[in-house]
């Protein structure tokens, strides 16, 4: 599925020559840097004569080192700047945790708000801030994990696994909770425990938690081992974007809206 709302901007989708070639920035998900397993997919089956992929580096953590937060601000700026200076324009893509760095940018170009980089598209996989609905593979049920962040202005394709707790989950599952309070987590240090505790308390007098509890998601209540389940050992999240073919998919949907740009 590909973002369908009205232009308020300069499209900036197709290609100036019909031999035109896109870097395609990937951001590798948490632990997985390297891009090994989905993104390589991906990036595999990227018609070479159009894109040219690569992985950008960064952190890619959750708690060890550094904080996700910290993470993906890490991660945004490194981002960043490979699409400043990347001589070509560009594709924006990222896997998970990458997935939600490249979505964000994507949507701050879409927004007018960095005009000096020439972004063209978004290809996400298991993006953890997944609006409801968007799939190149059909509604697979839900929305991220952290919340819902449209993509406007810019061709947007999602790919998301049915039952990816990541992307995929139901509005009314408390596993929410676990996006909500520990975007800081981190037991390094006293230093990091600190700033998480303080974390969680400007979440909560913020009012900044998902109310997945609330009585209109009654019946999605249900759920929470099911989906923790999937995760943790079913590889929902990650077995299941390469056996059951959603991140070739993405490529060929990108291939795709290429090819009909051309025409």
Not at 66 to 77: K, N
Request: aromatic content about 8%.
């Amino acid at each position: 599925m590909t973002n369908s709302r009205p232009l308020r901007r300069r499209v900036t989708w197709p290609p100036r020559a019909a031999d035109e070639v896109f870097d395609v920035l990937i951001v590798g998900g948490t632990w997985n840097s390297d891009g090994a397993g989905a993104c390589q997919v991906f990036a595999d089956a990227l018609d070479p004569k159009r894109f040219a992929p690569r992985m950008v580096a960064y952190p890619a953590d959750y708690g060890r080192q550094l904080s996700y937060a910290d993470s993906v601000a890490v991660g945004r700026r490194a981002l960043l700047e490979a699409a400043e200076a990347a001589e070509r324009r560009v594709v924006l893509a990222g896997f998970s945790q990458g997935a939600a760095i490249a979505g964000d940018l994507a949507a701050a170009a879409g927004h007018g708000a960095l005009p000096q980089l020439e972004v063209v598209a978004c290809a996400l996989i298991a993006d953890p801030l997944r609006p409801a609905g968007a799939g190149i593979d059909g509604d697979p049920g839900g929305y991220g994990i952290a919340g819902q962040r449209p993509i406007t202005d810019i061709p947007a394709y999602w790919a998301a696994a049915p039952g990816d707790p990541i992307t995929a989950l139901p509005a009314g599952n408390p596993l929410r909770s676990i996006a909500d309070l520990s975007a800081y987590f981190g037991l390094g240090s006293p230093e990091a425990m600190l700033r998480w505790g303080q974390s969680l308390l400007e979440v909560a007098t913020r009012r900044r938690l998902q109310r997945w509890w609330s009585p209109r998601n009654w019946r999605t209540w249900g759920g929470a081992i099911a989906y923790a389940r999937g995760y943790l050992f079913d590889g929902r999240h990650t077995d299941d974007y390469l056996r059951h073919g959603h991140a070739r998919r993405l490529a060929e949907a990108l291939n795709r809206g290429v090819a009909e740009e051309v025409r």
